[in-house]
């Protein structure tokens, strides 16, 4: 681990040490990430491209016979949480506490194997990922314990299988997410961002352009995915636009739940989706009962078939703007990486650009921005930044900005004096809110030297 891992570790031994009065076995490690392009498109089918931060959920573990699985969280914000090795793991949907995140990998694992004793252990996590921030701090957790319970447990995995058990294993807490979140905590490599393609799940690198760097800015809007619906508003709006594109072209809908099903059912490209877009769906919101009428189903069939528990009083739909921004986003990272291979002499300005774009999008079709983002993003591009987006879920959190090199330092300052400094609640938070992330290594264990 690097050097700032190094302290942390060791400041968790010493937490540890006080509240169980015995040594951890073992550490494990899961990075936050955060998304250079390619904004709620994962759960549609496409690749998305991230990279993780050296912002982290840190774990010391022991392993024991006390047929229990004791959490603490070294942040005395976060209460303590105990669990019987032998009762099944129950997770609360409407109360999304911080160790059912960790519960969540915890049971995720116990399936996988058909485990029917856990082993026991006590564990406190640590984290410096600021939470609700769209850095993936929950997926993070989630993916810590997935690691944690597969050591503990003496079984072996790897990385992508663990990637998908703990994308699924995070749908236990509500959230209906893609698996970007999971797949580059896993599979990151320092130094590399990485452009991530689902079924079959792999990472391919992608080297960033020397001259800029990404810096992270939190608006300071907390957004959690769990306790919210607007995220699964979102995937519910995408899963009825799929249904709907495919019922136009006489494509059988019944098994196609991903806007990606659609387009490789029609071998069209990307361009030809957004057209068939704008020809086959209204930018009008549509009503439930249009949309059981054109589909051919019963108001039974759609509420059970197609939302979500926490979007079942949902009247409104956007399907045009939603499956818009899913295809024009999905092409915006295909445009990224191929500039990031070809590294011709105006990279940074290219890929700026696309991040511009990308924000566009997400503020206006997606709706998925807020006034504060908005305004951030708005001071970075003065500040001199190149580009910069939104980056996570948004309704709140970070947006990254690509900055060349040699205004770095005047670009943290310009954005700190016009952004963190006027509101004393930013002010108080900047430190941790505002940073510079080179793409970091990912998930792993550390035993107890």
């Known amino acids: 681990p690097g050097a700032s891992c190094d302290s942390q570790m060791k400041n968790l031994k010493e937490t540890f040490e006080s509240k169980y009065g015995e040594s951890p076995l073992f550490y494990a490690f899961a990075p936050g990430r955060v998304n250079l392009i390619g904004e709620h498109i994962d759960y549609c089918g496409y690749s998305v491209l991230p990279m993780a931060i050296e912002q982290n959920i840190l774990a010391a573990v022991s392993v024991n016979n006390s047929g229990k699985i004791q959490l603490a969280n070294a942040n005395p914000k976060y209460k303590d949480f105990s669990v019987s090795c032998s009762e099944e793991i129950a997770i609360d949907r409407d109360d999304p506490q911080w160790y059912y995140y960790f519960l969540c990998g915890v049971k995720g694992i116990q399936e996988k194997f058909g485990l029917n004793h856990l082993a026991g252990m006590s564990c406190v ?19 810590c314990s997935g690691l944690v319970t597969m050591e503990a447990n003496q079984k072996s995995l790897s990385k992508v299988a663990l990637a998908e058990i703990c994308a699924k294993s995070e749908r236990y807490i509500g959230t209906e997410g893609g698996g970007m979140d999971q797949s580059i905590s896993f599979l990151a490599e320092a130094g590399t961002a990485k452009l991530i393609e689902f079924q079959p799940l792999r990472a391919t690198d992608v080297k960033l352009p020397d001259g800029a760097v990404f810096v992270i800015s939190n608006c300071c809007v907390e957004m959690n995915k769990a306790a919210s619906s607007h995220y699964n508003i979102r995937v519910v709006e995408c899963r009825i636009a799929t249904k709907m594109l495919a019922q136009a072209r006489g494509v059988d809908s019944s098994r196609l739940l991903k806007l990606a099903h659609v387009q490789m059912e029609l071998k069209a490209s990307l361009e030809e989706m957004l057209a068939l877009v704008d020809e086959v769906l209204h930018p009008e919101p549509y009503s439930r009962e249009e949309i059981c009428k054109v589909l051919g189903i019963t108001s039974e069939q759609f509420s059970t078939e197609l939302l ?31 500039v990031c291979d070809s590294e011709p002499a105006n990279a940074t300005r290219l890929l700026g650009e696309l991040m511009n774009q990308s924000h566009a999008s997400c503020r206006d079709l997606y709706e998925c921005s807020c006034p504060e983002l908005d305004q951030l993003v708005d001071i970075c591009l003065k500040s001199g930044a190149v ?7 948004g309704w709140g959190g970070c947006a990254v900005s ?14 700190r004096e016009e952004y963190y400094l006027p509101d004393p609640r930013r002010a108080a938070i900047e430190k941790q809110s505002l940073f510079v992330s080179k793409p970091g290594g990912g998930a792993a264990i550390y035993l107890e030297e």
């Open 402 to 415: 690509m900055v060349p090199s040699e205004k770095v330092e005047s670009f943290l300052q310009a954005v």
């Open 387 to 393: 580009g910069s987006r939104l980056t996570g879920a």
């Open 308 to 338: 979500s528990a926490n979007t079942q009083d949902m009247t409104q739909f956007k399907l045009h703007q939603r499956a818009k921004h899913v295809y024009g986003e999905a092409a915006r990272v295909l445009q990224f990486k191929s």
């Open 125 to 143: 996590v640590d984290g410096t990922i600021p939470p609700s921030s769209g850095l993936s701090s929950s997926s993070a957790l989630v993916c």
